[in-house]
């Protein structure tokens, strides 16, 4: 089958490439770009651990193609850290222990950075409904909603 | 899990895409949402050579109200809904309905029309536009033509499309005045199909008497199903709890569900009338002003 040319940012980078159409977004930031912060869990569209945001929405890069982002803009789990300083997410993770294996835990900050961008005070309830499509087996979600209301706060007041 | 190969094409006008699948045949699938498609391809249940990418396609992504129908584009996405205030103050039942199917995740990227297009039982929009009395618009090299929903899904996985038609509307006319919906689901965790789950449409007239009802059932038979004799009982009474109570147990046996590891045929026949005595209590309520 004959390969195409797509042009993607991703996050922040622009990559020009020929694919094959039949190539998932997930394998492709993987295995083409080497950008191996997005997990591959289920791989049938449930757990959520390959989230990206793709033009501001979160979606699951195991059920896209690649060919369907040329044009396009990705932020992956790698382009969350700014100038050596954590995301307000990324740190809320840390000081809240909102991972225990981590295998989660990049899906969860996409999901979190998309959502927080749409819903800047929200109950835990509304976080919860947010990542009712990221699994975590470990956590049992409680220390990841306290992560989500700790960037949030911290957004607030540093007015991002 | 990876696909097998296939052509990718990305038209920028509808016409291209009607033009594509006219040359293409049977062997093109349309890739909108591709919240089914995709997985569908990655476990090779589905092998299609010729993929049309219609996301490409601009002014397809509409839910507007006008001539008193709310209307829905081909690229809509289900989270749209949920965020839309003419659904909310016009057709709630569309936003219950959304919030149930998959995950938010996935209703980013899903469509509304691609909901329909798929024919599958289990999902969820049909019955409520069974109970809404939608109109599904399909468009072809001969132009536009309207099919009734009750028409669009004669069997599995089958629509009454051809192949080479495009559903590119839904057509929903906005319920009259002390109209009331609900969409109630069971379904074993986020993101799983319905054990089974009942929409309700109903208006009253100014006795408060029911003036038309409209019940949708899904993921208990072949195809979606339309409750017609729990509808037409339920035409011009009083909807009290006995009455309730006798038009689930009709729409109950109008069901055809069968055992898989959701369920026994016995347990999804009660759920269906258990749920639709729910949403009938739900869509009064509603129709009566209440939340």
Known sequence: MAKIPITVTVNGVEHSTEIEPRLLLVHFLRENLRLTGTHIGCDTSHCGACTVVLDGKPIKSCTAFAVQADGRSILTVEGLEQDGKLHPLQDGFFQEHGLQCGYCTPGMLMTGYAFLKENSDPSDDEIRQAISGNLCRCTGYVNIVKAYQYAAQKMREGGA | ?291
């Open chain 2, 1 to 291: 899990m990876i696909p097998r190969s296939f052509e990718y094409y990305s038209p920028r006008t509808l016409d291209e895409a009607i033009a594509l699948l006219q040359k293409l045949g049977p062997e093109a699938k349309l890739l909108s949402g591709g919240q089914s498609l995709i997985p569908m391809m990655k476990l090779r249940l589905l092998s299609p050579e010729h993929i049309v990418d219609i996301n490409r396609i601009p002014d397809l992504d509409y839910i507007s109200e006008t001539d008193g129908h709310l209307k829905i584009g081909a690229l809509a996405r289900e989270h749209e809904l949920e965020s839309s205030e003419v659904v909310k103050n016009k057709v709630p039942i569309l936003a219950d309905t959304a919030k149930v199917i998959a995950d938010p995740l996935v209703r980013s990227q899903a469509t509304i029309c691609g909901n329909l297009a798929h024919g599958d039982p289990a999902n969820d929009h049909p019955a409520t536009m069974l109970a809404l009395g939608a109109t599904v618009v399909a468009t072809g090299p001969g132009g536009k033509r309207e099919i009734g929903i009750e028409d669009f899904f004669p069997g599995l996985f089958t629509t009454a499309l051809e192949p080479e038609e495009i559903l590119t509307e839904i057509k929903i006319p906005i319920p009259p005045p002390r109209s009331g919906g609900a969409y109630l689901k069971l379904e074993r965790k986020v993101g799983d199909f319905a054990t089974a789950g009942v929409a309700v449409q109903i208006t009253l007239d100014e006795s408060g008497a029911c003036k038309r009802a409209g019940l949708g059932l899904t993921n208990v038979g072949m195809t979606p199903i339309k409750a017609r004799q729990a509808e037409s009982f339920l035409n011009g009474k009083q909807l009290d709890d006995a009455t309730i109570q006798q038009a689930a147990e009709i729409a109950a046996s109008e069901s055809q569900p069968m055992d898989d590891i959701r369920g026994s045929a016995d347990y999804k026949r009660d759920l269906v009338r258990v749920l639709t005595a729910r949403a009938l209590t739900t869509a009064l309520n509603r129709a009566k002003g209440g939340a």
